[in-house]
């Protein structure tokens, strides 16, 4: 529908209501007229296009048509548009823009309406699709009242005052705007009956068949003597009112039903005594014997009919008082406000929201009036959609949230804060009604003050956080500092009680706090609202802020001289409350502190955790079943023991290290390669290589390689010994280098010839290792301490040569390592020593060797290492790093 219209727009886009207004769905119709919703363009004014599509009598199918007979609907159609522009009155429909006529339509612009009351009553011609407001309307007895008095008003204006006889009063020359009125439209036979000399037309209303039956008289509303007697008179108009009223009340048909034949019309007349009125109300009886009547002498006057008890009712009377209310005294409109409250319960609704409610709008621009007209907009608004309370309450109320005198005025919009946060948005409520709160905030009033200040609690929870710390915040805040009124002082701090939750600890530590610090008075009501606030600010308050700042301000409050007893212990309970919070909350951040510390230091020591700790299965925990990896079996450690994978670089049937450990005696290796594991508990004490075989470390300095004995014969000490109990204030000893091990290795390095050299433990291998190196572990265990190797000369002698009568020295001291750390931090000097090292001997498998000509770092020859005298003289430069997997 709505595409159609902007189709026959563009098609007469010669008509300037066409082009000045944006049309929308179509709303109602009346006879001939369809009626759209229409927006002015320019200024957005809500207007009723009644607009005629020629092509409806225009169809060629429609035989005897001729020029003639299209001329005379546009005639009375056009005429029923101008007379209406001619005259002006309220229960006249009000003309916004003048009839017009195109090649294809004839328009002319109203005020906005609902429908015509024939709409209705049931009737929907020419109306597609009907609009739900239609479809579900049904009129309330007052709604009838009301409308039949304002179309007698209409009636009384016409004869009395511009002597005009309608002559069609039927249901689709009646509208009702869009608040409810009822205006008289319609006036296509209309006849002006001001010139008494003049003789009265008369046309004889005889049916045309050929011409729509809107376009015509209506037999069922016509009066006797118009017919029969060929009398034109004002009373014709009073008899088509009373048929009308008995169609309203009838659901549309009327008392007599013609079907456009005089025939039949004469009939109904002759029966006109019998027609039964009890479906009516009891008082319209008589009024209807006085208007469907034969002889219009019989017939009461228009003004007769407005003063009948009909309409005399307290609710009606209501009505007629708005529609005179202009003309009233200042008096008589105060009395009026403050009684409407009483009667409003017994309105429909739709007369309260149509027709009172726009009424009382009006009058809020008098300012002396609002304190008994806001109760009474209040009341109605209640009833009202949320879209609807936004629309034809809120917008209209903006500009009077900041009028304060007379103080009642905000008193009262205050009083029904809560509506506007039933009725309004989040958005709209902060936008549009938080105005009002701050006007009241800033009013000099304490009455305004003291009811604002007890609202906002109310609210608080609907507000958003910044909308309290930035708009509300400071104005309370000038508020409690500029008053000087104790009560509202108290109520003050009230008020900041329940604001405190949505305050961030910046504002409350830079502004409430400074606040409640500025208090100067010592009144005890003052002093006990205060810790409240503080005790609220407590609760979810930071522990530093409540240690440094709330607590020693509680004890500056207690000691008031002006608290009793009572209010004293209040102070102390609080006191004591936020003090076990403060000793918790910090006891609870320390101790989290020290695990973190412990935790952190048994990482860095690599140690265990405590021995309630669970193992945790981390093949499971990766969703691994222990399967292979490079070959090796995963599950290589178990119940605190070590497995030993078989070395890479070891033939079969030489087992050094099993050998070692065989000679200083230990029973806790097997040399079997089934079942190779080291307990960590086999592992114990520090030793160091003497003459009569491997001791403990002795706490005497060392500082000479003298000594050229060996290690073969030699024998432990108890293995029971820690290797981490050296003693620390042994002077260290001279940095070696190590034949280290491959990474792989599964025994953790050995120092062995091909034929005579003896092979070393692992663990001594790192005591040797862990000079050079003191952080890492090269020990396959599970032991996290670092060893160190022996100052004895003949140990060092044996580490660097597998022929222990070799005394060839260095020709190149090591510059570079003559400063090297040991696990005490002390430095090793070359330069101290009493005799240089021998040379150093590379074993198969060491990653230092020395460059030879292949760039290889690996000896080609197998043999050299038994051969003293095929032994390399190697310098600082000569070393190189050699990774036996590269």
């Not at 927006?39 to 009598?57: L, S």
């Not at 003789?199 to 016509?222: C, F, G, L, T």
């Not at 014709?236 to 008995?246: E, P, T, V």
């Not at 004490?685 to 500082?703: A, C, H, L, V």
Request: charge should be neutral; aromatic fraction near 8%; hydrophobic fraction near 35%.
């Amino acid at each position: 529908m709505f595409q159609q219209v902007k189709t026959v727009v563009s098609y007469v886009a010669g008509t300037s209501t066409l082009r000045q207004y944006d049309l929308g769905e179509q709303v109602a119709s009346s006879g001939l007229w369809k009626i759209f919703a229409g927006t002015k363009k320019t200024t957005g004014q809500k207007v009723a296009v009644f607009m005629f599509e020629k092509k409806i009598i225009d169809n060629p199918l429609r035989k005897g048509y001729d020029k003639k007979e299209t001329e005379k609907v546009y005639a009375v159609l056009k005429k029923e548009a101008s007379q209406l522009s001619r005259l002006r009155h309220p229960s006249l429909l009000e003309v916004v823009e003048a009839v017009e006529e195109s090649r294809t339509v004839i328009t002319f612009a109203t005020e906005p309406i609902l429908a015509s009351l024939s709409n209705l009553l049931g009737n929907y011609d020419n109306l597609s699709p009907i609009p739900n407001d239609i479809k579900n309307f049904d009129m309330d007895e007052l709604e009838i009242q009301k409308g039949l008095l304002q179309v007698g008003k209409g009636l009384q204006f016409c004869h009395n005052d511009a002597k005009i006889t309608h002559s069609n009063l039927v249901p689709e020359a009646i509208y009702v705007n869009t608040k409810g009125d009822w205006k008289i439209g319609g006036f296509g036979f209309s006849t002006f009956l001001n010139n008494p000399d003049s003789p009265v037309p008369y046309e004889y209303p005889d049916y045309d068949m050929r011409i729509p039956s809107y376009a015509q008289k209506n037999y069922d509303y016509m009066a006797p003597e118009y017919v029969l007697d060929e009398n034109l008179d004002f009373a014709n108009d009073m008899f088509a009112l009373g048929c009308l009223i008995y169609t309203v009340h009838s659901h549309g048909r009327p008392p007599m039903e013609s079907h456009n034949s005089i025939h039949t019309y004469r009939k109904n007349i002759e029966n006109l005594s019998s027609i039964n009125y009890d479906h009516l109300p009891y008082h319209l009886h008589e009024v209807m014997f006085n208007l469907i009547t034969r002889y219009p002498s019989q017939r009461m006057t228009v003004a007769e009919f407005q003063t009948c008890k009909y309409f005399d009712n307290v609710l009606v009377s209501t009505v007629k008082f708005f529609e005179s209310f202009p003309e009233k005294t200042a008096d008589d409109k105060a009395n009026f406000m403050k009684g409407l409250i009483r009667v409003l319960p017994q309105f429909p609704e739709r007369v309260l929201v149509r027709k009172i409610l726009p009424s009382l709008l009006q009058e809020i621009k008098d300012h002396s009036l609002l304190a008994y007209t806001l109760p009474n907009i209040f009341f109605i608004a209640q009833k009202l959609s949320p879209n609807d309370f936004c629309e034809k309450v809120l917008n209209p109320l903006k500009p009077i949230f900041s009028v304060s005198e007379p103080m009642q005025n905000m008193i009262t919009c205050l009083d029904n804060i809560d509506l506007f946060q039933q009725k309004t948005s989040s958005y709209m409520f902060k936008e549009d009604v938080m105005p009002l709160i701050y006007h009241a905030l800033e009013a000099k009033t304490p009455a305004i003050q003291d009811k604002v200040l007890k609202i906002i609690p109310i609210i608080a929870d609907s507000l958003d956080i910044s909308t309290v710390k930035v708009s509300l915040f400071p104005r309370i805040q000038s508020l409690f500092i500029h008053t000087t009124l104790l009560s509202i002082k108290v109520t003050t701090l009230v008020c900041l009680k329940s604001l405190v939750k949505f305050l961030d600890n910046f504002t409350i530590t830079e502004k409430l706090i400074p606040l409640l610090k500025g208090i100067k008075t010592k009144e005890a009501t003052v002093m006990v609202t205060t810790l409240s606030v503080f005790e609220e600010m407590g609760k979810n308050g930071e522990k530093d802020v409540i240690a440094t700042e709330i607590i020693p301000q509680l004890w500056r409050l207690s000691v008031v001289p002006t608290l009793n007893l009572q209010q004293f212990q209040k102070f102390m309970d609080v006191i004591k409350k936020l003090s076990m919070k403060v000793e918790q909350e910090h006891s609870r951040q320390l101790q989290d502190i020290k695990t973190i510390e412990d935790s952190t230091k048994k990482f860095v020591e690599g140690g265990k955790g405590s021995d309630s700790e669970v193992p945790v299965d981390f093949e499971k925990l990766v969703g691994s079943s222990g399967g292979m990896v490079n070959g090796n079996t995963r599950n290589s450690m178990s119940n605190g023991t070590i497995e030993i994978t078989p070395d890479p670089f070891d033939t079969p049937g030489n087992n050094p290290v099993a050998e070692f450990m065989t000679t200083i005696g230990s029973s806790n290796t097997n040399s079997t390669k089934s079942d190779r594991k080291m307990s960590s508990s086999s592992v114990q004490r520090d030793f160091f290589i003497t003459n009569g075989g491997i001791t403990p470390m002795s706490p005497k300095p060392r500082n000479s390689l003298n000594s050229t004995n060996s290690y073969a014969g030699s024998k432990a000490h108890s293995q029971t010994q820690s290797i981490n109990s050296y003693s620390t204030t042994s002077t260290p000893s001279v940095d070696v280098i190590p034949s280290l091990p491959p990474p792989n290795s599964s025994k953790s390095g050995t120092i062995s010839s091909t034929s005579t050299n003896t092979s070393i433990s692992s663990s001594l291998f790192n005591s040797i290792a862990t000079s050079r190196m003191p952080q890492q572990n090269f020990d396959h265990s599970n032991s996290t301490n670092m060893t160190r190797p022996s100052s004895n000369p003949t140990s060092l002698h044996n580490m660097y040569s597998s022929n222990t009568n070799t005394n060839t020295s260095f020709n190149t001291q090591f510059n570079s390592m003559s400063s090297l750390p040991n696990k005490n931090n002390n430095t090793l000097n070359f330069n101290n020593m009493n005799t240089p090292p021998s040379q150093p001997k590379f074993n198969t498998g060491s990653i230092l060797q020395p460059i030879n000509s292949n760039k290889s770092g690996l000896n080609s020859n197998k043999n050299n290492n038994n051969n003293p005298g095929t032994n390399q003289k190697i310098s600082k430069g000569d070393l190189t790093m050699f990774d036996p997997y590269s």
